[in-house]
């Protein structure tokens, strides 16, 4: 089995290179994978041994021929540029994410690939209320101060609904990186509709943590991280591991259709932006959302930072998924959020 993996050079491109080039020196994995090939435009450092790298950009047709080559046909392709942080605005791949997006799947589509894995953000169901993983001691609300009258009980629960897959994509007017993977999440509704022969698998991925992806802890130890409201808001992360294996998971099973990538309402080893601004040794009263919003406008217009201030707003705000689907199909995450985020900590 040959497998091209477009967007090679990003952390989670790496990371699932490394992971699927070890299976080819395994004899028991089945199918076998044979060849693994990269796409990307940067360059892929350091050289991995044993991937075939290509270096064009996404919309450059000369790559497009190695799809099906004669000596080695490509038999899937995973795409997983839409899963990733943000970049700066110096070199902000967002505004051109969709155009490179729809251009592999087009391709891969038009050269009869026997599966298609597209790897996007959650980002893309837009903006929610606080979810129901924040916990509440009785007489407190989520900024520390006191609740409403009324409310008994030792712990509290915010009233919320887990995002299913049949949710409504309403990224469109959250932010621009929010905004890219829901055009893209409107494409494969309209390409999955038409397509009869290549098994479409896509994954919508909560943030991604651990040793290769610290752009959270960065971001916690520059900005303020306690918004006012959402100071007992669970963050919704996996570790870097079981995001691998959702998508190992799609490789070797034929998965068509929708799954979303996240803890979901398994509440053990969860963490709070409390907890997050205690990691990165914050000790400050929980700001406004307008604050923190216009300090990340500030720092990404003026000095070239990889968080715009939409995607503030979608991060604080992101609403919690529901993974029962995937892990019906097989899937069985080993870790937890806090373990992901302590390990993006210690890197």
Same mark, same amino acid.
């Given at each position: 089995?040959?497998i091209?993996? #477009?967007?090679? +050079? ?7 290179? $490394?992971?699927?080039?070890?299976e ?8 076998v ?16 041994? &044993? ?5 064009? =950009? ?64 959650? #980002?893309? @169901? ?11 001691r $009785?007489? $407190?609300?989520?900024?520390?101060? +006191? +609740?409403?009258? &009324?409310i ?9 609904? @887990? ?9 469109? $007017?959250?932010?621009?990186?929010? =905004? #890219? ?28 943590c651990?040793?290769r992806?610290? #752009?959270?802890?960065r ?19 996996i570790?870097?591991?079981d ?7 799609a ?10 990538v ?21 000790e ?14 500030w ?8 968080m ?8 604080? =705000? ?9 892990? +019906?199909?097989?899937w ?16």
């Amino acid at each position: 089995m040959h497998i091209l993996i #477009a967007g090679v +050079a990003s952390p989670t491109g790496r990371l699932l290179a $490394e992971t699927l080039l070890a299976e080819t020196r395994l004899a028991d994995t089945t199918p076998v994978i044979t060849r693994v090939t990269g796409l990307d435009s940067r360059p892929c450092l350091p050289p991995l041994a &044993g991937l075939h790298f290509v270096r064009a =950009r996404f919309r450059q047709p000369e790559w497009t021929p190695l799809l099906d080559s004669t000596d080695h046909p490509v038999d899937v392709v995973i795409l997983v540029t839409g899963a990733e942080w943000p970049a700066s605005r110096r070199r902000s791949p967002d505004a051109t994410l969709f155009a490179d997006t729809r251009f592999v799947i087009d391709a891969a589509l038009a050269a009869k690939v026997r599966k298609l894995i597209v790897v996007n953000s959650a #980002a893309l @169901y837009g903006t929610s209320p606080p979810n129901p993983l924040a916990m509440h001691r $009785e007489g $407190e609300s989520s900024s520390g101060r +006191a +609740a409403l009258p &009324g409310i008994k009980g030792e712990m509290q629960r915010i009233s919320s609904v @887990y995002l299913t897959e049949s949710a409504p994509v309403r990224g469109h $007017e959250a932010s621009v990186y929010a =905004r #890219a993977r829901a055009r893209i999440a409107d494409y494969l509704d309209v390409i999955s509709a038409q397509n009869t022969k290549t098994i479409m698998t896509r994954l919508r991925m909560v943030w991604l943590c651990g040793a290769r992806h610290t #752009a959270l802890a960065r971001y916690a130890q520059t900005d303020p991280v306690l918004v006012r409201g959402f100071a007992d808001h669970a963050l919704d992360v996996i570790h870097e591991q079981d995001a691998i294996a959702a998508i190992r998971l799609a490789l070797h099973h034929d998965l068509p259709g929708i799954y979303n990538v996240g803890y979901g309402a398994d509440a053990a080893g969860q963490i709070t932006f409390s907890d997050l601004a205690a990691l990165a040794g914050q000790e400050r009263e929980p700001v406004s959302l307008t604050h923190v919003t216009l300090r990340a406008w500030w720092r990404w217009r003026w000095r070239g930072k990889p968080m715009p201030p939409g995607f503030v707003r979608a991060f604080v =705000r992101a609403g919690p998924l529901d993974a029962q689907k995937l892990r +019906a199909a097989g899937w069985s995450p080993q870790y937890t959020a806090r373990a992901a985020v302590l390990e993006a900590f210690r890197t």
